[in-house]
């Protein structure tokens, strides 16, 4: 199973009430808002699920991997996530329900 | 930005819905995300990014104060993956 779009608008018509064109706004808009402060530079803090930050990378020497031809990696800004313990702790707990 | 503010900016976006609806919205979609990936599941999210589980082997570490040795049992952790257009819109060298 995949969680995507459509299932998280799904879920606001029926358990928020918005109307399905609000849903799916709703949806785009809030990943839409995520991204807007990350291309500013902000870091985006979920608290309970975990925080997007941005880092600065060097550039570093890379390798065509077909040609072997040596190719500088440039330097670049990236995401990283990193989830919270609260989410962390729900992974494991899944986990561990599997194993017993 | 914290999540009160992106609900503040989602507000803001929808002036026909009241303010709960926003900060409700916010909640049920984060909390579904968390079930998902509590579950096992994967999300994808086009232009933004998926959420997987990577697995962890088990592994004998060392306790940093005492230095004993601890078994660390296998796990799964949330890992995500930008999708290109978050990776490139965030690369501002890039544009």
Do not use: C
């Amino acid at each position: 199973m995949t969680l995507t779009k459509a299932e998280l608008a799904d879920l606001l018509f029926e358990k928020v009430g918005l109307n399905k064109r609000e849903a799916k706004d709703m949806v785009e808009a809030f990943f839409e808002e995520i991204r807007n402060a990350l291309e500013r530079g902000d870091g985006v803090k979920l608290s309970g699920f975990g925080n997007f930050q941005l880092r600065d990378k060097p550039q570093r020497p890379g390798r065509n991997p077909k040609t072997g031809e040596e190719i500088p990696i440039t330097a670049r800004r990236v995401v990283t996530f990193h989830a919270s313990q609260k989410l962390k702790s729900e992974v494991e707990e899944f986990y561990r329900g599997t194993q017993s | 930005m914290t999540k009160s503010e992106l609900i503040a900016r989602l507000a803001v976006r929808f002036p026909q819905l009241v303010a709960k609806d926003a900060d409700f919205a916010v909640k049920m979609m984060l909390d579904a995300m968390s079930e998902a990936l509590a579950k096992g599941d994967r999300i994808e999210i086009r232009g933004f990014g998926s959420f997987a589980l990577n697995y962890r082997p088990p592994r004998v570490g060392r306790n940093p104060k005492s230095g004993d040795k601890v078994s660390v049992p296998e796990k799964w952790v949330p890992h995500f993956k930008a999708g290109k257009e978050l990776r490139e819109r965030v690369d501002t060298a890039d544009s």
